[in-house]
């Protein structure tokens, strides 16, 4: 380096050698110049064409941009670019175009657009081609509508300058340019997939590409590998067998055409013709008279194209006996020279097309080897061409060609003609041995391949296989896929038998839990399981490569095990062709099975891999390593375009969890933007289901390698930005099943039943269902028809309504559809049938026709699609017409989507949740009955929120307006008589109607708004709108009867109150005539002292109360009893009424049940032995209806007959509800024994009525005022103060806190409903979470059995007790009562302030009489807030001295003293108990409707109903319990039944009670008994572990307290804890 140096600084140095060209020798010299800056740059030297031309070829151009920059390439091929940025293509080269940007949805994928520019024309070329649309090729020029527009511009039609310019080929390119241009720009996936495509449509596809420029050409061995063709030869003709192979591994003979400079014969037009038969010419090739053939080719000259003919084994058909490729050079060899020569090279024989030799094309041929056994000249002689034939003869010559290696086309001959003289030489060529090729092989020759970046992941797929040569797949499978094996199914299995209990198994629960502990098992050792080489080598590489790197590798997978496939597939198939003919059964069914295992793909290691993560959880393996990470992996492929495995149908199950986490994953990686479209297509087997879907979407799930679908597989598709808005969808899923009516599977029983749960899967999962329909044959129509109409059955019940599709394959005519009518009618009639038949199964009756099942048009939802092939395969192309029809379904399926936005768009966190519960409820053999979903849990309790929210209102609004109704009935005129007050009532009554009809409405209309605004998954639970709408309708006509209740109460308190004031008045009169009298003789006496007068005033008051009478006692035995008879009115039981001598001596002693009470021998019988069930239904309703008793008696109101009412009505409801037939006896002597209950204590209640309002007592409360106004009144002392606070005190209070306790208990329900614990009384279900989960915190017995067996007395307990504890919480109480408190003396204020003025607004004048008036404006002003007693009024007002004005400021004064002096009182501790037995709203009443809804209990384990309202058609419940918990023994042992009914209406038991007769019923069926109860099974096992728990942990005690023996529990439930216990209970009711 230091001589090169100093050689420079000097200027001298030795001459370049002559071995080097003259271009080297200028460039030494430039570079060795003395001066730098003479010296060239880099780039300059670049651009040197001897350079640059090696660059190029020696490079390929992603290494040339890498290295010297788009610039220089650019420079390099200015054609070649001038080209792609014509067509829009130049920043997609080289190789940036992928796959996945061609299969994303958008307009362009969607709608045929009109080609307005060049840059449309690639999108429209590719759009048609993965349509597999033949015609995509003629997509080479704008669209003849967009040219005439621009033609009808031009003013002058006729200038031909312009009409030229416009026809043009600025307007046009031609197909091979344009093939070579997408060929060069896409990527590799891509180039394999458009090769495909073209294959499909029997179009040539490269073999060698040009670089641009043509300097160098690159083998597309990699692009044609995914090419895979059947064909039978004819030596197979005989035994039908047939030939599967991938075409490059193929060998067959290879015939090259080429052509010389001057040849005017079209040498693809020939091909074409040898290629076809008679008059049916396919374009393999485009050739010149093809749009677009004409042009110029740009960039295509250099161009390989190869395409094969594959016979079908019908010699009268077939063209050539085997199988032949055939290359075809574009454009003359000279120009191509290296094409040519490995051609030549490569090929069995060469065909040149000439008109003349020229003499480089002379030194070209003859310098060819072995010419006369490979070289075949095609010589197109023209009239008058002798100079030309001359050259011909003189290269024939010199190769010493025989006649029969050369081929002279005439003028007098055409194509047609000459081209079976071509195909007869090839023929013969065929006969005489001739060398065959495999295009893989010819890698070796030296050329540029396209797959050499891949070699590192072909080596990596070759260590997964080094195992499996020799071996047979299942056994390779098992080595290497162990996860995947018998245990996998085996879970399976077992998952099944757990949701499909067999007969004949005494201990069901420990059935279920032996279940239980296998699948645990099972779930430990495949955790266990170490990973195979093969696994670990899949994973490693899948983790450590990039995209690029990942899907050569897994392409070169799919590529290698199916080519494994295909060999081990054809051996199978030969030994059970054999086997057949040998009629040897057992051998047939080995290989029958051996063929069904002998499918292996990239699909099984990704299922093991899935697998691996699935129980990884079981086990000790790190999941901090790669498999941790495999989730990630899978959602990144998912978004490449790989389908995911949904469903493995040869498992028939689900790995949930990895399923789960990989949709997870890909949900973060779009930022939570997954709204999906899900689409899937059902159908019999090999019915086209799969390439449906391919043609439709471009995509490419299996449809050959004798390996058709199994299970359930999905396939995510992007939705471009310029349709997200109108579709509203961010992806369309497609979801590709396994065929129905399985030739492989129709051998087993359960293969109906197989087939019914796939489709009610995949149905279930999706928004669009298209059904394959074969016309053709009718019993396997009928089968698929039932299947489908079963499954659209289920989802209605359920609420999805999924769009359906009948497809009609090879329907064609322009005339099908409308013929075709009656086919169309046929099949709806059909429908019809199969969706009877369905909703009998499902028990469905109302059901009918398949349109009440989903929205079906017999003209828009079918569609008729011509045939796939148009001829005779493997030579047919696609029917155009076929590829036509699926675009234009494809269409109209997604602008249908775009308008119909009737359903609740799911993104994945809402598509799992509905896959798992949809997956669970099909393992269930009776579906609807059995399906429970989350998201129907979760948009049901949201609807039970807002319900009861209303509800809540509704009563509210009422209640509210039947406080202010009450005072105004209480303050109505006392004067008036009680006929004035009844029409007052009933004023009301009709008001109140009114009112909660309207209310009624509201509350319907918020319900169908809520309904309206399709958010919240309403759609899930329509089925329920009708219940909730009884509901509504119902609560309104609960109101009415409670209100109308109260008001006749009200009016009957009315008039017992005026009878009080009646007597307190006459002697109120009588006091103060006597007080009166003796001022009057006092005064005139001498002067008194103030105790000389107390004295006089004590003797005069004594000698005028003596006689006072006090309010006349009812007789509330005789009322109550005459309510009793009122009851029983229907019935003959007067005998009985007579023998009734003292109703309050009824009920002292405890209620004994005896035989008589049951008209049943049997239960007789029993109840001689011991204590019967009859006795516990006896306490259970003495107990509740008690409560109901002494609930009323603590009211400070007087007894009502409604009251006794109520009672009985309660009674009623309580005997109706037993599951215990009641006779005449026991409800008589039940109901009389309540009512002497009653009686004494509705006695003690009016009593204290009595008491309360006793007019002596009453008047005693008076007399220190009486007192303190006659020594006023003697002494003549103001006493305008006095007055004030005693009118304040003796009336204004009362009537304050009669205000506060009237609106205190709806301030209670309100500050609950919006205080923390407001969730608990948000919904039943939230509820039942509630008091289960303090149950089990506590840990209490007697509360687990007063939950268990007084389960409306445990809840009102332990409302009242949240109450309290609510109260307490920073003196909410207090709090409330102070916010009433302001409230009502604010309005006494302004009413006193409004008081102050007379009708005409004039203050009221400053006299005595005034004071009168200003207190019964109050009165008036106040009438709907509080009542002022009259009489109150007119005693403590009695003989007032002073004048209005001082008056009412010292009012003012007395209500500030009264206001703190309630504060002060509030603000003390109190007993919160009394106060909430003395509010005539009470809260815990509320909340507990709120709750308690209908009140129904399960008939097997008595667990309360949890449905939202009251009058709903099914009741069920989240969580229910062993049956022992509610006293169900065993006949003959006396254990505690510890069955779940959950379990038993999955199994083969029976039951019998009362309901039966006696009469053993299977669980199965209960609904014929039970039909308004809705028992589901479990949603798994841990569901009912709460209940487990407490009947492990309480056996002996629940034992003892039944007087039974302990339950048989399974060892498995001693096991359960209590965290785990409460993990149940939380699933069980979707806590979070």
């Given at each position: 380096?230091?001589d090169?140096y100093?050689k420079?600084i000097d200027?001298f140095?030795?001459p370049v050698?002559?071995h080097f060209?003259?271009?080297l020798h200028?460039?030494s010299e430039q570079?060795?110049?003395h001066n ?11 651009e ?14 992603q290494?040339?941009?890498q290295?010297f920059g788009?610039v220089f ?5 200015p054609?070649?670019?001038n080209?792609?940025s014509?067509?829009?293509?130049k920043k997609?080269?080289p190789?940036k ?6 299969l994303?949805i958008n307009k ?5 657009e009109?080609v307005e520019?060049?840059e449309?024309i ?7 081609l993965?349509?597999i649309?033949a015609?995509c090729?003629?997509?080479?020029q704008?669209s ?17 300058d312009?009409i030229?310019?416009d ?6 390119v ?12 896409a990527e ?12 499909m449509?029997?179009?040539s596809?490269p ?7 043509n300097?160098?050409?690159s ?6 590998r995914?090419?895979?063709?059947e064909?039978?030869?004819h030596?197979?003709s005989?035994?039908?067998?047939f030939v599967?192979?991938?075409?490059v ?8 055409f080429?052509r010389?400079k001057?040849?005017?014969l079209?040498?693809?037009q020939?091909l074409n013709?040898?290629?076809s038969?008679?008059?049916q010419n396919?374009?393999?090739?485009i050739?010149?008279?093809m ?7 740009e ?13 079908s084994g019908?010699?009268n ?9 055939f ?8 120009e191509?020279?290296a094409?040519?020569?490995?051609l030549f090279?490569v ?5 040149v097309?000439?008109?003349k ?5 002379h030194?070209i ?5 072995d010419?006369?056994?490979k070289l ?7 009239d ?7 050259s ?8 010493e060609?025989?006649?029969r290696?050369v ?6 001959v055409n194509v047609?003609?000459?081209?079976e003289?071509?195909c007869e ?5 065929l006969t005489?041995?001739t060398n065959t ?9 030296g050329l540029s ?10 080596k990596a797929?070759?260590?997964?296989m080094?195992?499996i ?5 299942p056994?390779?499978?098992?080595q ?20 499909r209990?067999k ?5 069901i629960?420990?059935?279920k839990?032996?279940l239980?502990?296998e699948k ?9 399981q ?6 670990k080598?899949f ?11 990942r899907?050569f590798?897994?392409k070169?997978m799919?590529?290698?095990f199916n080519?494994?496939s295909?060999?081990k ?5 030969n ?8 009629k040897?059964?057992n ?6 099975q ?6 292996l793909g990239v ?7 899935g697998?691996?993560y699935e129980?990884?959880?079981y086990?000790?393996?790190?999941t ?5 990470r495999?989730?990630?992996?899978a959602?990144e492929m998912?978004l490449d375009g790989y389908p995911l495995?949904?469903l493995?149908?040869?498992a028939?199950?689900?790995p949930?969890r990895w ?5 997870k994953e890909l949900?973060?990686k ?9 689409l ?8 086209g289901?799969?390439?449906l879907l391919?043609?439709m979407?471009?995509v ?5 390698s004798?390996r ?11 939705v471009?930005e ?5 579709l509203n ?5 497609l979801?590709?099943?396994?065929g129905?009516?399985s030739?492989?599977?129709a ?9 019914n749960q796939?489709a009610?899967?995949?149905?279930g999962l999706?928004d669009v269902t298209?059904i394959?329909v074969?016309?053709e044959?009718s019993t396997?129509?009928?089968d698929?028809l039932q299947?489908?109409?079963?499954a659209?059955?289920?989802?209605k019940e ?5 769009v ?9 005519g322009?005339s099908?559809?409308?013929?075709n ?8 009639e ?8 369905a909703?009998e199964?499902e028990k ?10 989903l929205?079906y048009d ?10 796939l092939w148009?001829?005779?395969p ?11 029809a ?7 399926l997604?602008?249908t989507?775009?308008t119909?936005?009737?359903n ?7 598509f799992?949740?509905?896959m798992r519960?949809?997956w669970r409820s099909?393992?269930y ?7 429970r ?14 319900f009861?929210?209303w509800?809540?209102?509704?009563r509210k ?6 406080t202010e ?12 008589d009680?006929q004035?007050?009844?029409?007052l ?7 109140v ?6 209310e009624?409405?509201k509350?319907?209309?918020k319900?169908?708004n809520y309904?309206e605004k399709?958010?919240?998954n309403v759609?899930l639970?329509e ?6 709408f009884?509901s ?6 609960e109101?009415?009867?409670?209100v109308?209740?109260k008001l006749?109460c009200v ?14 008045k006459k002697?109120?009169?009588r006091?103060?005539d006597e ?8 005064k005139?006496s001498d002067?008194?002292s103030?105790?000389?007068?107390t004295q006089?005033f004590?003797?005069m008051?004594t ?9 006349k006692?009812?007789?509330i035995?005789a009322?109550v009893?005459k ?6 009115s229907?019935?003959?039981v007067n005998?009985k009424?007579q023998?009734?001598?003292d109703l309050?001596?009824i009920g002292?002693t405890p209620?004994?049940?005896k035989?008589?009470h049951?008209?049943?021998y049997?239960?007789?019988f029993?109840q ?10 006896a306490d259970?309703v003495?107990e509740?209806?008690?409560?109901v008793?002494f609930?009323?008696a603590?009211?400070n109101t007087d007894y009502?007959?409604?009251f ?5 009505e309660k009674?009623?409801?309580y005997?109706d509800?037993?599951?215990h ?7 008589f002597?039940?109901k ?11 006695l003690?209640?009016h009593?204290?009525f ?6 002596r007592?009453k008047l005693?409360k008076?007399k ?5 106004d006659?020594?006023d009144l003697y002494k ?5 103060q006095?007055?004030a606070n005693?009118?304040v ?18 301030n209670?329900v ?11 009384f ?10 289960q989960?303090?149950l089990l915190?506590?840990?209490e017995?007697?509360s ?9 007395i445990h ?5 009242v ?8 919480e920073?003196k ?13 003396v604010?309005?006494i204020?302004?009413a006193l302030?409004?008081a ?8 009221l004048?400053?006299?005595n009489e005034?004071?009168?008036e200003?207190i ?5 002003y106040l009438?709907k807030?509080?009542?002022i007693s009259?009489?109150n009024?007119?005693?403590?007002l009695?003989?007032i ?6 008056f ?5 004064m007395?209500i500030k003293?009264l ?8 603000s003390?501790?109190?007993?919160i108990?009394e106060?909430l037995?003395?509010l ?5 009443e ?7 809804g209908?009140?129904k209990?399960c008939?097997?384990?008595k ?5 939202g309202?009251k009058?709903?058609k ?6 229910h319990?062993?049956q022992g918990?509610?006293k169900?023994s065993?006949?003959g042992t006396d254990?505690l ?6 379990t038993d209406?999955?199994s ?5 009670n009362?309901?039966?007769?006696g ?8 609904t014929?008994?039970?039909p ?7 949603r ?6 709460y ?6 942990k309480?056996n002996?005690?629940f034992?003892?307290l039944?007087s ?10 001693r096991?359960?804890?209590k965290e785990q216990a ?10 979070k």
């Amino acid at each position: 380096m230091k001589d090169v140096y100093l050689k420079i600084i000097d200027g001298f140095y030795p001459p370049v050698s002559d071995h080097f060209s003259q271009e080297l020798h200028s460039l030494s010299e430039q570079l060795l110049k003395h001066n730098p800056t003479e010296r060239p740059s880099v780039s300059s030297i670049l651009e040197e064409p001897f350079l640059s031309c090696r660059i190029r070829r020696f490079l390929t151009p992603q290494i040339i941009v890498q290295e010297f920059g788009d610039v220089f390439i650019y420079k390099q091929q200015p054609v070649f670019f001038n080209f792609l940025s014509k067509l829009g293509l130049k920043k997609f080269y080289p190789n940036k175009l992928t796959l996945q940007s061609l299969l994303e949805i958008n307009k362009n994928s969607i709608y045929d657009e009109t080609v307005e520019s060049l840059e449309k024309i690639p999108w429209c070329f590719l759009r048609k081609l993965f349509q597999i649309n033949a015609e995509c090729r003629n997509y080479t020029q704008l669209s003849k509508n967009y040219v005439d527009i621009k033609k009808e511009k031009n003013n002058d039609l006729f200038d031909f300058d312009l009409i030229t310019a416009d026809d043009s080929a600025d307007n046009k390119v031609n197909p091979l340019d344009l093939i070579v241009a997408l060929f060069l720009c896409a990527e590799s996936l891509l180039q394999q997939e458009m090769a495909l495509k073209m294959t499909m449509c029997q179009f040539s596809v490269p073999l060698l590409l040009p670089r641009g420029d043509n300097s160098q050409c690159s083998l597309m061995l990699w692009a044609l590998r995914d090419i895979v063709k059947e064909w039978r030869p004819h030596d197979l003709s005989e035994s039908r067998g047939f030939v599967e192979d991938n075409i490059v591994q193929a060998n067959i003979p290879f015939f090259t055409f080429v052509r010389l400079k001057n040849c005017s014969l079209s040498k693809s037009q020939v091909l074409n013709h040898v290629l076809s038969r008679g008059q049916q010419n396919n374009n393999i090739f485009i050739h010149r008279d093809m749009k677009g053939g004409t042009l110029k080719r740009e960039i295509a000259n250099g161009l390989v194209e190869v395409c094969w003919y594959l016979p079908s084994g019908r010699e009268n058909l077939d063209i050539f006996p085997e199988p032949v490729a055939f290359a075809n050079l574009r454009g003359d060899i000279c120009e191509s020279l290296a094409q040519f020569n490995f051609l030549f090279q490569v090929s069995t024989a060469t065909f040149v097309f000439l008109d003349k030799v020229e003499e480089n094309e002379h030194k070209i041929l003859t310098s060819l080897q072995d010419v006369k056994s490979k070289l075949f000249l095609v010589v197109n002689r023209k009239d008058n061409s002798r100079e030309d034939m001359i050259s011909v003869q003189t290269t024939l010559k010199e190769l010493e060609l025989t006649n029969r290696s050369v081929k002279i086309k005439d003028s007098g001959v055409n194509v047609a003609e000459f081209s079976e003289k071509l195909c007869e030489s090839i023929k013969e060529s065929l006969t005489n041995g001739t060398n065959t090729v495999i295009i893989e092989n010819m890698l070796e020759l030296g050329l540029s391949v396209d797959e050499n970046t891949s070699e590192k992941q072909k080596k990596a797929v070759e260590e997964i296989m080094v195992d499996i040569e020799g071996r047979s797949v299942p056994d390779y499978k098992k080595q290497q896929l162990p996860l995947q094996g018998d245990k996998w199914k085996r879970l399976s299995q077992l998952e099944k038998k757990e949701c499909r209990l067999k007969s004949g198994v005494s201990d069901i629960e420990g059935y279920k839990c032996q279940l239980q502990a296998e699948k645990q098992k099972i779930m430990e050792e495949q955790s266990k399981q170490k990973l195979s080489k093969g696994m670990k080598s899949f994973i490693k590489t899948l983790s450590t490569s990039d995209k690029e790197e990942r899907d050569f590798f897994l392409k070169w997978m799919k590529l290698k095990f199916n080519t494994h496939s295909r060999k081990k597939l054809s051996e199978l198939r030969n030994k059970f062709k054999e086997q057949c003919e040998k009629k040897d059964k057992n051998p047939t069914a080995e290989l029958d099975q051996a063929l069904m295992e002998s499918s292996l793909g990239v699909e099984h290691y990704m299922r093991e891999m899935g697998l691996i993560y699935e129980f990884s959880i079981y086990g000790s393996r790190n999941t901090a390593d790669e498999i941790s990470r495999a989730p990630g992996l899978a959602a990144e492929m998912l978004l490449d375009g790989y389908p995911l495995e949904l469903l493995d149908g040869e498992a028939s199950n689900i790995p949930e969890r990895w399923v789960t986490d990989v949709l997870k994953e890909l949900h973060e990686k779009v930022g939570g933007k997954s709204r999906l479209l899900v689409l899937t297509v059902l159908g019999v087997q090999s019915s086209g289901k799969s390439t449906l879907l391919n043609t439709m979407f471009g995509v490419q799930f299996p449809v050959s390698s004798g390996r058709c679908t199994r299970g359930a597989y999905m396939l995510f598709l992007k939705v471009g930005e310029d349709m997200k808005h109108e579709l509203n969808h961010d992806f369309i899923v497609l979801i590709d099943t396994e065929g129905l009516k399985s030739p492989d599977l129709a051998e087993l029983e359960e293969s109906y039943e197989h087939d019914n749960q796939l489709a009610t899967f995949v149905i279930g999962l999706s928004d669009v269902t298209i059904i394959n329909v074969a016309m053709e044959n009718s019993t396997e129509m009928k089968d698929i028809l039932q299947i489908a109409a079963h499954a659209f059955l289920r989802m209605k019940e359920i609420g999805k309504k999924p769009v359906c599709h009948f497809v009609h394959q090879n329907v064609s005519g322009v005339s099908a559809h409308a013929k075709n009518i009656t086919e169309r009618k046929h099949l709806l009639e059909q429908l019809n049938e199969m969706t009877q038949i369905a909703a009998e199964m499902e028990k469905k009756p109302s059901i009918t026709a398949f349109t009440d099942v989903l929205d079906y048009d017999m003209d828009k939802n079918n569609w008729n699609i011509p045939g796939l092939w148009h001829g005779t395969p493997p030579m047919a192309p696609v029917n155009t017409g076929y590829s036509e029809a699926v675009a234009d379904f494809k269409k109209n399926l997604l602008a249908t989507m775009k308008t119909d936005r009737s359903n609740d768009v799911s993104q994945i966190p809402e598509f799992l949740e509905w896959m798992r519960s949809l997956w669970r409820s099909v393992k269930y053999e009776n579906f609807i009955f059995s399906f429970r979903n989350t998201l129907v849990a979760q948009a049901y309790d949201n609807l039970c929120k807002e319900f009861n929210q209303w509800e809540w209102q509704f009563r509210k609004e009422i209640l509210s307006w039947q406080t202010e109704a009450e005072m105004e009935i209480l303050n109505s005129d006392n004067e008036s008589d009680i006929q004035t007050w009844s029409i007052l009532v009933e004023s009301k009554k009709s008001e109140v109607s009114e009112k909660i009809s309207s209310e009624e409405r509201k509350m319907k209309e918020k319900l169908t708004n809520y309904y309206e605004k399709k958010d919240q998954n309403v759609n899930l639970i329509e089925k329920y709108k009708t219940d909730f709408f009884n509901s509504i309708s119902s609560l309104a006509k609960e109101i009415v009867y409670s209100v109308n209740n109260k008001l006749d109460c009200v009016l009957e308190l009315k008039i017992g109150s005026k009878k009080s004031q009646d007597i307190q008045k006459k002697y109120r009169g009588r006091i103060e005539d006597e007080v009166m009298k003796l001022l009057s003789a006092c005064k005139n006496s001498d002067k008194l002292s103030d105790e000389q007068l107390t004295q006089k005033f004590e003797k005069m008051w004594t000698e005028a109360t003596k006689n006072v009478s006090g309010l006349k006692e009812r007789d509330i035995a005789a009322s109550v009893l005459k309510q009793l008879r009122r009851n029983f009115s229907n019935q003959n039981v007067n005998e009985k009424f007579q023998n009734i001598k003292d109703l309050k001596e009824i009920g002292k002693t405890p209620f004994k049940t005896k035989p008589e009470h049951t008209d049943s021998y049997m239960e007789k019988f029993k109840q001689l032995i011991r204590l019967g069930e009859l006795q516990n239904v006896a306490d259970s309703v003495i107990e509740s209806c008690t409560r109901v008793v002494f609930d009323k008696a603590k009211t400070n109101t007087d007894y009502n007959d409604s009251f006794t009412r109520e009672l009985l009505e309660k009674m009623d409801e309580y005997l109706d509800e037993s599951s215990h037939k009641i006779n005449a006896k026991f409800e008589f002597d039940l109901k009389l024994y309540m009512c002497g209950i009653a009686s004494r204590e509705f006695l003690k209640m009016h009593q204290k009525f009595l008491s309360d309002n006793d007019p002596r007592i009453k008047l005693q409360k008076y007399k220190t005022q009486y007192l303190s106004d006659f020594l006023d009144l003697y002494k003549q002392r103001d006493d305008c103060q006095r007055k004030a606070n005693d009118f304040v005190q003796f009336c204004i209070k009362p009537a304050v806190e009669e205000y506060i306790n009237r609106s205190l208990g709806i301030n209670i329900v309100d500050e609950i409903l919006i205080s923390c614990h407001s969730a608990e009384f948000s919904s039943r279900s939230f509820f039942q979470y509630n008091i289960q989960k303090e149950l089990l915190q506590k840990e209490e017995f007697v509360s687990f059995t007063t939950y268990v067996d007084m389960y409306e007395i445990h809840v009102k307990d332990w409302i009242v007790e949240h109450i309290k504890q609510q109260m307490l919480e920073d003196k909410t109480l207090s709090k409330l009562k102070q916010e009433n408190l302001k409230v009502i003396v604010d309005k006494i204020t302004a009413a006193l302030e409004q008081a102050t003025k007379g009708p005409d607004g004039v203050q009221l004048p400053d006299n005595n009489e005034s004071i009168t008036e200003l207190i019964s404006n109050m009165r008036k002003y106040l009438i709907k807030d509080i009542s002022i007693s009259v009489e109150n009024e007119k005693t403590t007002l009695f003989q007032i001295q002073s004048t209005c004005h001082p008056f009412i400021n010292s009012l003012k004064m007395s209500i500030k003293d009264l206001k703190e002096q309630l504060q002060e009182e509030f603000s003390k501790s109190e007993n919160i108990t009394e106060t909430l037995n003395k509010l005539p709203i009470k809260p815990q009443e509320e909340l507990f409707k709120r709750v308690f809804g209908c009140g129904k209990q399960c008939p097997f384990c008595k667990v309360p109903c949890e449905a939202g309202g009251k009058d709903h058609k099914q009741h069920h419940a989240a969580v229910h319990r062993p049956q022992g918990l509610c006293k169900r023994s065993y006949e003959g042992t006396d254990k505690l039944v510890e069955t779940l009914c959950t379990t038993d209406v999955q199994s083969e038991r029976r039951f019998k009670n009362a309901d039966t007769k006696g009469k053993w019923h299977p669980y199965k069926d209960y609904t014929k008994y039970y039909p308004d109860w809705h028992i589901p099974p479990d949603r798994s096992i841990e569901a009912s572990d709460y209940w487990k728990f407490v009947l492990v942990k309480y056996n002996e005690k629940f034992a003892e307290l039944y007087s039974a023996k302990p339950a048989d529990v399974p060892e498995a439930w001693r096991r359960i804890t209590k965290e785990q216990a409460l993990k149940g209970l939380k699933d069980a009711y979707n806590i979070k």
